[in-house]
């Protein structure tokens, strides 16, 4: 929820408890998107029977912002949702990013941001480099090379409270934060490095 108190707003939020989502962009206009995307995974729940999958989700969130740059009365939202879960169907984890324009792709890894391309040239880098066939056997092991690669973007180390952390897998396919104790235990393992 929002804190006006608070002077750290979240971009992670939890649109249903198997999918999370990063809302980056203006503020306000995070929190709309962030609502129609609940709203919109309720009514999939309504109307099936069962949760929306994360693919039908980013579809239909790309196809609302990309109504909203052929209407005249209204303005596109400035936001780039990442959207994130687990994948029954294929067993894996799918994340998709939504653009303003209403154009969605599905990824392995993703980054958003100003220095969004170095991330990714740096995420593909993890992923495909190095012999390794991925980001390592846990949640904790992906979060800790997005970290590396993060850090290594911006050139600075981060702290607990400068990071937000969300996390699905296979084994516990329900969507979660890490805590500030999680990321710094993590963060305290890329500094042994």
Not at 6 to 16: Q, V
Not at 53 to 67: E, I, K, S, Y
Not at 69 to 78: D, V, W
């Amino acid at each position: 929820m929002f804190d006006p108190n608070s002077p750290f707003t979240s971009h992670l939020h939890e649109i249903t408890p198997r999918i999370g989502a990063v809302a980056i962009g203006s503020v306000p206009d995070c929190r709309a998107q962030i609502a129609k995307a609940r709203q919109e995974a309720a009514e999939f729940r309504y109307k099936y029977g069962y949760d929306v999958p994360v693919d039908h989700l980013a579809r239909r969130m790309a196809n609302l912002a990309q109504l909203a740059t052929q209407q005249a009365a209204m303005r596109p939202l400035a936001v780039s949702l990442t959207l994130v879960g687990w994948d029954e169907e294929r067993g894996e984890p799918a994340v998709f990013r939504v653009d303003p324009a209403g154009f969605y792709t599905g990824y392995r890894a993703v980054a958003s941001g100003p220095k969004a391309t170095e991330a990714m040239t740096g995420l593909e880098k993890a992923l495909l480099g190095g012999g390794e066939a991925g980001f390592g056997e846990s949640a904790e092991d992906a979060a800790a090379h997005g970290l590396r690669v993060m850090q290594a973007t911006i050139g600075q180390r981060l702290g607990p409270g400068e990071v937000e952390i969300g996390v699905v897998s296979e084994g516990a396919p329900r969507f979660r934060k890490l805590t500030d104790t999680e990321v710094s235990s993590i963060l305290a393992g890329l500094d042994r490095e």
